[in-house]
T-cell receptor, first 114, second 112 residues
C-alpha cells in the first residue's frame, strides 16, 4: 500500500531564509511524486512533480524538490522564503506502475514571518 | 480558462436531507475524483471515475454516491447526510496516466 508522511504539522521560517518542508513516502514500485499548495479558501494548486530523471525538480513560484530514493524522501525547498509563501503544503505519491489513486500526506502549514 | 467548478461553495444542511454537490470540468479530462479534507487527516479519496459510466470506491466511500453520465460532470451525492460528513470537499480531474490533477475551489459542508 502507498503512504506519505509529512512529519511536521507546522514549519515557521523568517522571510528571506531558506525553507524546507519534509516528505517521505512508501510505494511498492517506482514512485510518482507531487507537491501541491493550498492557500486560504482556495483549492489545491500543483507545484511540481517527479517521475524520472534529474533528482532535483524545479516547480512554480521558485520552489524545488529533491528526490532521494535511498531515503524515500521528496522534500520541498525554496532558497529564500516570502511571506506570500505562507500556506498549507501537501505531498502526494502514486505508484508509477499501477493503476492506483494519488495518496496525500496530512499537510504541513508553512508560516513565513516578516 | 481551464477549470474545475464545484457548487455550492458553502452548504449547511440537516441530518438526513439528501444533497448533491456538483462538479464540472472543461478540460475534457477522463479521470475525475472526489476528496474530503479534514484537519490532521489530509485529503482522503471518496470515489473516482476513470471515464464515463466507470466509477470506483476510494478510501472513504461510505455514505456517498457518485455518477458519471457525461465526461464533464461528476456529482457527489449524500443520500442521508450525517454530522460526521461535515468536511471540506474537493473535486479533481486529470488526463489518464501520470499527470497532475486540477482541483476545484472546494465545498465546505456542515451537517447539523
Amino acid at each position: 500500500a502507498q503512504s506519505v508522511a509529512q512529519p511536521e504539522d507546522q514549519v515557521n521560517v523568517a522571510e528571506g531564509n531558506p525553507l524546507t518542508v519534509k516528505c517521505t513516502y512508501s510505494v511498492s514500485g517506482n514512485p510518482y511524486l507531487f507537491w501541491y499548495v493550498q492557500y486560504p479558501n482556495r483549492g489545491l494548486q500543483f507545484l511540481l512533480k517527479y517521475i524520472t530523471g534529474d533528482n532535483l525538480v524545479k516547480g512554480s513560484y521558485g520552489f524545488e524538490a529533491e528526490f532521494n530514493k535511498s531515503q524515500t524522501s521528496f522534500h520541498l525547498k525554496k532558497p529564500s522564503a516570502l511571506v506570500s509563501d505562507s500556506a498549507l503544503y501537501f505531498c502526494a505519491v502514486r505508484d508509477l506502475g499501477g493503476n492506483t489513486p494519488l495518496v496525500f500526506g496530512k499537510g504541513t502549514r508553512l508560516s513565513v514571518i516578516a | 480558462e481551464a477549470q474545475v467548478t464545484q457548487n455550492p461553495r458553502y452548504l449547511i444542511t440537516v441530518t438526513g436531507k439528501k444533497l448533491t454537490v456538483t462538479c464540472s470540468q472543461n478540460m475534457n479530462h477522463e479521470y475525475m475524483s472526489w476528496y474530503r479534507q479534514d484537519p490532521g487527516l489530509g485529503l482522503r479519496q471518496i470515489y473516482y471515475s476513470m471515464n464515463v459510466e466507470v466509477t470506483d470506491k476510494g478510501d472513504v466511500p461510505e455514505g456517498y454516491k457518485v455518477s458519471r453520465k457525461e465526461k464533464r460532470n461528476f456529482p457527489l451525492i449524500l443520500e442521508s447526510p450525517s454530522p460526521n460528513q461535515t468536511s471540506l470537499y474537493f473535486c479533481a480531474s486529470k488526463r489518464p496516466g501520470n499527470t497532475e490533477a486540477f482541483f476545484g475551489q472546494g465545498t465546505r459542508l456542515t451537517v447539523v
